[in-house]
């Protein structure tokens, strides 16, 4: 493209974007807008964990001699990616254990040490080169923490010695500056449950065209798990405050939010581990499965984010690539053709005509979400037979909502807006039909409240008790979980006062516990869990009630 054409674009569309920033709602960023474009997105997981066959490298002191990926291509990680349609690979490039797979200085524990290509490799620099090559965009993934610090798993860079925080801060800085100055452009940088080391600065001057997944900085969110699915409606605008804590997640959507934060569904591809072994792959998903992510996040409005792990010999194996082909042609049978659509400019509400009487079982909606989330609410009908009848409704649309139902033919497609915040704004509506389609059906129970301690006024000491609850068979995935005392009488006087979360036996980021209620909670647990993972949540309690005794439960389930 002529570089004068491409100035004169580039200068149109951040005139758009001021212009919708004047609206009395929230709008996307123009970094914001360009990444929920990419829709599809591939992590790499590949790392120490690759060796051991467990999901995280603990100790940081594995012997890094064993790690040499004899065939490792990065071309063919790209090849894979672009195979499903993914436009953009996040490089997990240092992990919890802290090894880092640049020829960082902060560290011995790091590419300089290992055989691979006899210590001058740099595996960042190969995934940036292979992504300018195959046209994706790159993301970086930098534990905030290191387990050589005293800052394991959910510290967020936070050390369990106070007096290493100061000297870990400036290894951070450090490497996170690294890894933005000597790459090229990072479309998205991802802190894995926060950070906690001041890094706006950098941030700012090395990834101002940058996404960033968690941190008080966060531009993007976490959904709450790991599953790769959002529960619907989708609302990408939050409150600013609960972004700047950096733990926002899905449950704190609302279509008044002041901050737009888009959700990026993650999931592995084994269920449920990151990293590769012979094992772990015995967990592959199915391509059913993958569709039904692809559906409940990028047809909910929100980006998806699978990962890839590629084996000791740094390949992703052949049953992975053949999956994610395999995911790939399926999308592209399904939404490559419509058959028929309606582009700019659109109605309010918009009606789709057929020339004859059509078979159809996808409606994709498409709002002009640059301008915010002004549609709130909506049907639509066909005319069957010729007579209208209702075959979908719905909230929120966003970047894309795709409705699936079983096949109808019909003549006419009406949508009709029945709730709106400013004047709505298509972008597109679209008819499909999938051969051989039954719509999954889709029951959101409430996840069943489980009881996970108890507590007795009568063992209370001068009116206070300390209540450990062991959370280990509770919280058995990453994912947030509500817990709520319940008392056996409507007035107790007895009180939570403090509380304390522990994971792994780790001090962990007291922001994983957030307070919902006058005595329910939410946690937040990112980090993986496997057999050496532990949640313990400690509670020092009150009773102010002299006169009646009382006791109670604590019960504790899954947020959906």
């Known amino acids: 493209m002529n570089k004068k054409i491409a100035l004169g674009c580039l200068l149109v569309f951040e005139f758009l974007f001021a212009n919708a920033q004047k609206s009395d709602i929230a709008v996307p960023s123009a970094v914001q807008y360009q990444w929920q474009e990419r829709e599809r997105i591939m992590f790499v997981h590949f790392g120490v964990a690759t060796w051991t066959g467990n999901e995280y490298d603990e100790t940081g002191k ?88 005293g800052a394991g798993i959910g510290s967020g860079g936070k050390t369990k010695d106070p007096s290493l925080q100061e000297a870990y801060n400036k290894v951070f800085r450090q490497q996170l500056t690294e890894v933005l100055t000597n790459y090229g452009e990072m479309a998205e ?9 001041e890094v706006g600065d950098i941030l700012k001057k090395y990834a101002s065209k940058a996404t960033i997944f968690q941190s008080p900085y966060a531009s993007l969110r976490w959904p709450g798990t790991e599953s790769g699915k959002l529960s619907y409606p989708v609302w990408n605008t939050v409150p600013s405050g609960r972004l700047k804590l950096g733990l926002a997640t899905q449950y704190d959507d609302t279509p008044d939010g002041d901050a737009w934060a888009p959700l990026e569904a993650d999931a592995p591809l084994y269920d449920h581990y990151w990293f590769w072994s012979k094992e772990k792959e015995k ?30 010999t740094g ?102 807006v029945t709730k709106n915040k400013l004047a709505p704004k298509w972008r597109s509506v679209s008819a499909y039909h999938v051969s051989n389609f039954e719509p999954s059906v889709t ?32 919280i058995t995935k990453p994912g947030q979980y509500e817990i709520a005392m319940v008392a056996d009488v409507a007035i107790t006087g ?29 946690i937040n647990r990112t980090a993986q869990i496997d057999r050496n993972s532990h949640t313990k949540l400690t509670l020092y309690m009150k009773s102010d009630n002299e006169v009646f005794q009382n006791r109670g439960v604590f019960k504790i389930r899954a947020r959906r």
């Open 62 to 149: 594995f012997d890094i001699s064993r790690l040499n990926p004899s065939k490792l291509n990065t071309d063919q990680w790209c090849e894979v990616a672009k195979s499903w349609g993914a436009k953009e690979i996040i490089f997990v490039a240092k992990h919890v254990g802290g090894f880092c797979w640049w020829p960082t200085k902060t560290t011995e524990y790091c590419v300089r040490n290992i055989p691979w290509k006899n210590g001058k490799g740099d595996l960042m620099k190969e995934v940036a080169a292979s992504c300018k090559k195959y046209g994706i965009k790159m993301g970086v993934y930098i534990y905030p923490g290191d387990v050589a610090y």
């Open 189 to 197: 940088v991802w802190f894995d449950g926060n950070c906690v080391v």
């Open 283 to 312: 967990k592959r998903k199915s391509l059913e499965e993958l569709i039904d992510m692809y559906y409940k996040s990028v047809g909910y409005g929100g980006n998806l984010l699978i990962n890839s792990c590629p084996d000791t």
């Open 315 to 416: 390949l992703i194996v052949p049953d992975d690539v053949s999956l994610y082909r395999a995911f790939g042609a399926e999308l592209q049978k399904r939404f490559e053709k419509p058959v028929a659509q309606l582009k700019l400019p659109i109605a309010i509400n918009p009606i789709l005509h057929f020339q004859k009487p059509t078979a159809i079982n996808h409606i994709v909606l498409e709002e002009q979400y640059q301008y915010g989330h002004r549609i709130r609410a909506y049907t639509i009908e066909a005319k069957v037979n010729g007579k209208w009848v209702e075959i979908a409704k719905g909230e929120s649309v966003g970047r894309k909502k795709i409705e699936a139902f079983k096949t109808i033919t019909t003549t006419d497609i009406r949508i009709n």
């Open 443 to 474: 029951i959101q129970n409430d996840p069943e409240w489980k009881v996970c301690g108890s507590y007795d006024t009568k063992t209370f000491k001068n009116g206070a008790d300390t209540l450990v609850l062991n959370l280990d068979s509770f």
């Open 494 to 522: 007895t009180y939570i006062v403090e509380t304390y979360l522990e994971f792994d036996g780790e001090n962990t980021q007291q922001e994983y516990l957030q307070k919902t209620g006058h005595s329910s909670f939410n």
